[in-house]
């Protein structure tokens, strides 16, 4: 799908998926993961495989398997991660995969689609202990680079009072702008 996920504020996305909500998605409005349906999927045979040369960041791909790319880091590792997941729930429970690429979509359903699952993905990312389940659930690396992933994997930073330098704020903590609690 050509949409940057990235460049999409989290009001656009809101307005989008109400405008949709309102119409032929309806049915989508109660899509719910939760730390249960992880385990039904991991039961169900659900697994992420890690590769370096797939065309996209991730994609559902037949035998229910998760296809992420292996040098995918942090946000983005935990977002393509939970956007495919929401994939594969939507093809698990209600048999329609939500598909954001192809070529027999039309372009107008794609980006329904794509809006959908990008909402439900950062929806439930958003969620400490659903993320800790995920990725623990599908063996996945942890990575702290927010406050939910922080709140998702406290044993991460090596003491309790510790301040935390996320990623993204590394180079403003090298100029000098940033400055540490004493």
Request: charged share 25%.
């Amino acid at each position: 799908m050509a949409i940057d996920s990235g460049s999409i504020s989290w009001d656009f996305l809101q307005k989008k998926v109400d405008l949709l909500f309102k119409g032929e998605f309806s049915s989508f409005s109660n899509l719910k993961i939760e730390n249960t349906t992880i385990e039904d999927m991991v039961q169900r045979g659900w697994y992420i495989d890690l590769e370096e040369s797939t065309p996209f960041l991730g994609e559902i791909r037949s035998g229910r398997r998760i296809l992420l790319r292996d040098d995918l880091k942090g946000y983005e590792r935990d977002l393509t991660f939970f956007h495919e997941l929401v994939h594969a729930y939507s093809l698990e429970y209600f048999g329609n995969i939500l598909m954001d690429v192809g070529k027999n979509i039309p372009l107008e359903t794609k980006q329904a689609h794509f809006y959908l699952v990008e909402y439900f993905a950062r929806l439930h990312r958003a969620d400490p202990l659903l993320l800790r389940t995920a990725i623990s659930r599908f063996g996945l690396k942890p990575f702290v680079y927010d406050r939910i992933s922080l709140l998702a994997f406290p044993e991460l930073c090596s003491t309790p009072n510790e301040q935390v330098l996320f990623p993204f704020c590394s180079p403003l903590w090298k100029r000098g702008i940033l400055m540490r609690d004493s």
